[in-house]
């Protein structure tokens, strides 16, 4: 360990400890301590420091400035359909106890990576990859992304189907196949649009899907639990893609509770009465 590596070390259990010790004698600060370590951690990491590139870090914000933040996303007047969802669970007393406990938590140094590693409590997934899914499973929509150049393809399981057709909640069965294509680029670089609209397919990439368990929601924090479902990520060999975490699933998939958390409830609407 040396000189630089063992002070930020030292600093960071100091600051631990203090919160530790806040917490014990505050109920709003041992509360907020609960809400980073269950909830927001699966995105804006433990530390304050987020998982992914498109998360704002947290980490040694001005206090008042977070909970400002906060306030306007739990009274919708800064839109975010994900912390929108998220925030409007919050309490008014929340509030200044988890923006003071961010403010506290040192900020990324200068130069030094600025990520959390995911959310050890969402990673991996208990859904299996059904292989039969392509025998069983109705496609019911293909849809281009330009930004990435793919093309991708989804596909509903009948149990989700039926469940919907009746008026139903998702239940343990209800799943949700996407196949992942990059697309046939032109000598531009560009997509090749086929006869049907679409971008032609040129390879297979990874699968995201999305299933229902009995019970598969229960471990998850009540904040940005989706029900009974659970999120995967596999690679082209059909297993979990290493280092999946379900945080920004769960969370990004949050605000559609009115539609069982699922983006493409219209095109299954239509899949079911056909």
Known sequence: MNRSTGTNSLFALIVAAGLSTTAAADPGAERAVTLVSTTCAACHGANGLSISETIPNLAGQRAGY??????????GSRKSGVMNAIA??????????LAAHYAALPAAPVGAPARSAPFAAMSGSKMSF?????????????????????????????????DLAAG???????????????????GERKPIVGPDTFFEAERLVFYTAMAV???WGSDIPALIRNGDWHYAVFGTDRTVRA???????????????STHYLFTHKSLAAARSR
Request: glycine share 8%.
């Open 213 to 215: 368990g009995t019970g």
């Open 130 to 162: 059904p292989a039969d899914y392509r025998e069983r499973f109705t496609h019911y929509l293909t849809m281009n992304f330009p930004a990435t150049r793919q093309v991708r393809r989804f596909y509903a399981s009948p149990q989700l189907l039926a």
């Open 88 to 97: 409007a669970q919050l309490g008014e007393a929340d509030l200044k106890p």
């Open 243 to 257: 280092g999946f975490s379900q945080g920004e699933c769960l969370a990004c998939h949050k605000p559609l509770d």
């Open 66 to 75: 977070l909970e400002n933040q906060l306030k306007a996303l739990r009274e």
């Open 168 to 186: 139903g909640s998702p239940a343990d069965g209800s799943a949700v196949m996407v196949e992942v294509y990059a697309a046939k680029l032109d």
